[in-house]
């Protein structure tokens, strides 16, 4: 049988996994609009925990961090779901065909649950047959959807316009403050560096003056601090906060977790 797990073409992401899944990538690079069609889909950020169940359609902002996991219903049955994402060279060239006028600095919320539409319902109705027959979708009809994403999008909230079209990129913010607050996150040294509005280099030279230390080492500490206090004081088991606390894999945290405090962390 054909592996529909996860369809994807272009922009268009059709996703359907039987077990809880978390997402491979915390950092959200496009805007994702999405429509849940059965499961839950739990996003953890910094703010918390938001779960989305089926029927929510939603949009979510670029440039953020967010642990994703795909969650089948409870009575058994698959997680399903449909993404499109509106990336920046798209939104940049639709602007310049439409001749928009320049957006202003979007500040609000960074994931948008959309009250019920019954034309963005049935926008997202008319993808499903693509994902059973792949061979009949193109680029370019990939990209006529997007506009057509895009249209809805305006037409049910005007806030939608600064939302996509806002194409400033993260300032300078405080370094120590930020990264207190999302250290969880496995993403590389130059996805932070973007985050907090560096490039590289000065990301790693402001890191040094702020914590005294390299990203790396200052990232693993913090990390293992956290997990040393989840399962020694929380009485949580190794397998569950290894991915919380922004690990690739168990047997890393494990070898990591003993070489600094001398212990498994099975055995605390």
């Known amino acids: 049988m054909e592996d529909k797990s996860h369809i994807q073409f272009d922009n268009l992401l059709y996703s359907c996994v039987d077990k809880k899944q978390r997402a491979n990538e915390s950092f959200v690079q496009e805007h994702a609009f999405g429509y849940i069609i059965s499961g839950e889909s739990h996003f953890k950020t910094n703010e918390g925990l ?7 359609i939603g949009l979510v902002r670029r440039n953020q961090l967010i642990k994703s996991d795909k969650v089948p219903p409870l009575g ?12 920046q060279s ?3 060239k639709y602007s310049a065909d439409n001749k928009l006028a320049p957006a202003n600095s979007y500040n609000g919320d960074k994931i948008r649950i959309l009250p019920p539409d019954p034309f963005i319902k049935g926008y997202f109705d008319s ?3 693509y ?3 792949p061979n009949m979708i193109n680029s370019a009809l990939s990209e006529l959807k997007s506009k057509e994403a895009v249209e809805l999008l305006l037409r049910l909230d005007a806030t939608f316009y600064d939302f996509l079209f806002d194409f400033s990129e993260p300032y300078k913010i405080d370094l120590e403050a930020y990264m207190n607050q999302h250290y969880m996150y496995n993403v590389p040294a130059a996805r932070f560096a973007t985050l907090t509005g560096r490039s590289l280099a000065s990301f790693k030279r402001d ?11 200052w990232l693993q500490q913090k990390r293992l601090q956290e997990a040393h206090y989840l399962i020694r004081e929380k009485g949580r088991k190794p397998s ?7 690990f690739e894999n168990l047997s890393h945290f494990s070898y990591t977790f003993k ?10």
Do not use: C, M
Not at 50 to 56: E, F, Q, S, W
Not at 76 to 87: E, M
Not at 259 to 268: A, N, Q
């Open 50 to 56: 938001r779960v989305a169940g089926p029927g929510t």
């Open 76 to 87: 058994g049955g698959d997680f399903k779901a449909i993404n499109i994402f509106l990336d």
């Open 90 to 92: 798209f939104l940049r």
């Open 127 to 129: 993808l499903l047959p």
């Open 131 to 133: 994902f059973d027959h």
């Open 207 to 217: 890191f040094e003056k702020v914590f005294r230390t390299s990203p790396g080492q």
């Open 240 to 246: 569950e906060v290894y991915l919380d606390v922004g």
């Open 259 to 268: 070489k600094v405090y001398g212990v498994s962390p099975s055995l605390i």
